[in-house]
């Protein structure tokens, strides 16, 4: 990471507290254009405290939030949101709607777009994830795997400048987890700026540009994947690589 | 014959139902009224009794078979020389439970002597009125004695002995009001009766008007004191009990209603033990026993031209009450009538003429209002319940509490009572407003309990929507607004479908309940349309006619709910974790 990369989101000494229960301690983060960053950390380390409050789901207690460079704390968190994707644990699909209809309802609802648009958009994404053969089924007849990716597919159809992952394989079976993996690798691959919170030190490792070590609500170490893994400075660090890996 | 359980259930459901106000019902000054008075509690004939309108008498018996020739062996008995006698223990000085367990009263104490006359034990036990005709009709009992009107109507279900006692009724009106006569009742008066008494049966056979029925007494004499309605229609001793000094409502006049007697009932078919009960009354009329009992439980002036027993009994000789009466400056009105007369039941379900006869009505008055009240108050109930819950899941504690508040009240409280309180309580207010109509109050009533549950359903189902969606819907971009109007109430309402169906067959079965609040003819629902040829005949079929259209309502819905509850729990699976069948697919 240079100084030259222009930062496409990034959060500032942001404090979050729930009731007495200090969750974020300082947290300061960037995510460049193009790059992928992931979070690594124990639970409750306050990884996905982090990404909901870069979108805004939670509002920071103290701190800034900046996309490209510029604080938008003030702006209405609806219009934030639209420019910030998130896949989570839990796929989170919408289990009334079809799979087409999942993808399409934000399109069509924000950005006014026609059901023609809005369907071709849709399909295309679903496409993009190979999910274009099951857009007329309910996502509860889909596998977990499945349903990741309509949610990948739903998230990037509102063509978000970054994405947020929120433990996106946590919750699939172990054989699913390669087949997500790879999508998000290839996103990153095409350019899209991606934070991903991960368990899986094998993607942090071979796929993220830079690895943000959180603990206890702080930063503890960041740095290029190889000085994470292999050079750990904290101690800290060290002993959660030594339970995980 | 014995009864089958299902008729005894029935019969349990209809007592139920039909004491389901007895708490209610008025409390007598004296708590001992089960004990003879004697002759100083006299009370002489009221001067505005009228007697020009009494019914021609065409059943007394001109003479009796001699006492002698009784054939005790074929009586017809439950159990041999043992009469088995049914009688309602709530009506003192008539009929009553006394404190040493004794089943006694005029008419209790008179067949005792009419059955020692005659050689016979004699057994009693207590029931409530409603079932005691039904109950003598199909022989659980060889006689029944609670001072039962001998009325053409009841003479369909059961035989009637000789007179043993009379009746009249009394004409209750609002203070102010200018009606002083029956006469003067009119169509388009407004006139109470509680339902299934004689004295509803004379607003109709005798004045050929439609009344207002009611369930008791008490709601009857509330609607008369606060001009819900014109007139009240009453047994003179029950409306003495409940007239207090310085109500506004006050009697008008008096008068004879249908039947000219009292009279112990007995099945219809027993023609031999109508004959020696009728020998029995002659030979203690003849012997001074009933002039004794007489004067010393019920001793009031009798009507000119009334006596006892057959055409050829003894005139009894009796003291002058009158004289007596004035001696002790009793008030007229204070004279012991017959008690109220409620349903009448025959055992049997499958009387076809009665089906054939209800059947109609149902479908013309009793279903349309049925589905009325049940289509009315369920609007209502959806949209004040969505606005409930709405109102229940805010931020703001001003909508909050409110919400929370009328939920537990209205979810609280028996439909009878909020039924009572709005129809009866509000009624007054918005009487203009509704023209006293209590149908829009009834309505009403339900809506607003309904509301409450429907409420309560939305609420539970919008919350029962894992809040993931909501997020899921944020992190889009959607406003909070938009997502909860296409992402979570959607989820929420279906989930929910079944519980608001059974909402609804509730609905549909607590409308019957608005017959507390005394409906005309027209706005009859299924259960009154029922319930009023049940109490006219006393027979249940009409409520199983009744029952039916219930059920032909009530059943599809019911699988309804199955069929939309099994599609929302296997036609669409939650959100799982991938099955193994999927997995091959996937890793490709």
């Given at each position: ?6 930062v ?56 800034d ?28 699909l ?74 996106a ?27 991903v ?12 540009d ?22 750990a ?13 | ?15 139920l ?23 100083d ?150 006139i109470?009766?509680?339902?299934g ?58 008068t ?52 006892p027993?057959?055409?050829?009994a ?59 009240l ?69 309505i ?67 409308s ?9 003819a ?67």
């Amino acid at each position: 990471m240079t100084e030259s990369q222009s930062v496409s989101l990034a959060g500032k000494g942001i404090h979050l507290s729930f009731g007495r229960n200090a969750v974020l301690r300082g947290v300061d983060i960037e995510v460049p254009a193009g790059k992928t960053v992931a979070v690594i950390g124990p639970s409750g380390s306050g990884k996905s405290t982090l990404l909901r409050t870069l979108n805004r789901l939670h509002e920071p207690d103290r701190g800034d939030i900046l996309l490209d460079g510029r604080s938008v704390l003030t702006d209405d968190p609806n219009n934030v949101r639209q420019r910030i994707g998130m896949v989570f644990q839990h796929f989170n699909l919408f289990p009334h709607l079809s799979v087409l209809t999942n993808v399409m309802l934000a399109p069509r609802t924000l950005n006014r777009l026609s059901a023609d648009a809005a369907r071709d958009l849709a399909l295309a994404q679903l496409d993009r994830v190979g999910m274009k053969h099951k857009a007329g089924s309910r996502p509860g007849a889909l596998s977990g795997g499945q349903q990741q990716r309509v949610a990948i597919a739903r998230a990037l159809a509102m063509a978000p400048q970054v994405m947020l992952f929120d433990e996106a394989t946590s919750a699939l079976d172990p054989e699913l987890v390669k087949g997500i993996l790879a999508l998000i690798a290839d996103l990153g691959a095409e350019g899209m700026t991606m934070l991903v919170v991960t368990h899986e030190m094998g993607f942090a490792r071979s796929t993220s540009d830079s690895v943000v070590f959180m603990d206890h609500g702080q930063v503890v170490e960041t740095g290029p994947p190889t000085q994470i893994f292999e050079a750990a400075e904290t101690e800290r660090l060290q002993r959660f690589l030594s339970q995980v890996l | 014959m014995r009864f089958r359980a299902g008729e005894l259930a029935a019969l349990l459901a209809t007592i139920l139902l039909t004491y389901s106000l007895a708490p209610m019902a008025p409390v007598a000054a004296d708590t001992n009224l089960c004990k003879p008075s004697g002759q100083d509690g006299a009370i002489a004939l009221p001067s505005k009794l009228a007697t020009a309108n009494r019914p021609r008498d065409k059943y007394t018996t001109d003479d009796v078979e001699p006492l002698n020739s009784v054939n005790l062996d074929a009586l017809g008995l439950r159990t041999p020389r043992t009469l088995t006698v049914g009688t309602q223990p709530g009506g003192p000085p008539t009929s009553c439970l006394n404190s040493a367990g004794r089943y006694t009263g005029y008419d209790n104490e008179l067949l005792r002597a009419i059955a020692a006359k005659l050689g016979l034990q004699v057994v009693f036990a207590g029931t409530e009125f409603s079932s005691l005709l039904a109950q003598v009709a199909t022989g659980r009992f060889d006689v029944a004695s609670s001072s039962i009107m001998a009325t053409e109507a009841r003479r369909r279900t059961v035989g009637f002995t000789n007179g043993y006692d009379f009746g009249y009724l009394s004409l209750i009106v609002p203070s102010g009001s200018p009606v002083d006569t029956f006469e003067e009742l009119a169509p388009g008066q407004r006139i109470g009766v509680v339902q299934g008494t004689v004295e509803e049966a004379y607003v109709i056979d005798a004045l050929h008007l439609q009344p207002v029925k009611f369930p008791d007494f008490t709601t009857v004499y509330a609607s008369v004191k606060n001009h819900q309605i014109d007139a009240w229609v009453a047994p003179a001793m029950e409306a003495a009990s409940v007239l207090r000094p310085g109500d506004t409502a006050a009697v008008a006049a008096y008068t004879f209603g249908l039947g000219n007697y009292v009279a112990y009932a007995v099945a219809k078919d027993n023609q031999p033990l109508i004959d020696a009960l009728n020998a029995g009354l002659d030979a203690v009329i003849a012997d001074g026993t009933w002039a004794q009992l007489y004067t010393d439980w019920v001793p009031r002036t009798p009507p000119p031209g009334w006596k006892p027993g057959s055409k050829s009994a003894l005139t009894p000789h009796l003291p002058d009450f009158a004289a007596i009466a004035e001696r002790h400056h009793r008030a007229v009105d204070k004279i012991p009538p017959p008690k109220s007369v409620l349903t009448q039941l025959r055992d049997s379900f499958f009387d076809w003429e009665l089906y054939k006869q209800s059947i109609p009505a149902m479908v013309t008055t009793g279903l349309p209002n049925t589905l009325i009240l049940t289509i009315s108050s369920g609007l209502i109930g959806l949209t004040l319940g969505i606005a409930l819950a709405v109102a229940g899941i805010s931020r703001a504690r001003g909508l909050r509490w409110p919400a929370r508040i009328y939920t537990d009240i209205f979810r609280g409280l028996p439909e009878v009572v909020i039924i009572l309180l709005i129809g009866l309580g509000i009624g007054p207010i918005v009487g203009g407003l509704t023209n006293n109509n209590p149908y829009p109050l009834g309505i009403a009533a339900l809506g607003l309990t309904a509301a409450a549950y429907i409420g309560e359903i939305f609420r539970s189902g919008i919350q029962s929507v894992d809040s993931g969606q909501l997020e899921a819907s944020r992190a889009l971009g959607l406003s909070y607004r938009t997502a909860m109007r296409l992402v979570v109430i959607p989820q929420g309402i279906r989930r929910v479908l079944p519980a608001l169906v059974n909402q609804f067959i509730a609905l549909l079965k607590a409308s019957a309940l608005v017959y507390f609040l005394g409906l005309i003819a027209g706005q009859r629902e299924l259960f009154q349309v029922g319930r009023d040829l049940n109490a006219q005949t006393g027979s249940l079929s009409p409520l199983v006619a009744a029952g039916m259209f219930y059920l032909i309502l009530t059943i599809p819905l019911t699988h309804l709910v199955n069929f939309v509850d099994n599609r929302l729990r296997h036609g669409r699976p939650a959100v799982e974790p991938a099955d193994p069948f999927a997995t091959s697919q996937e890793i490709t």
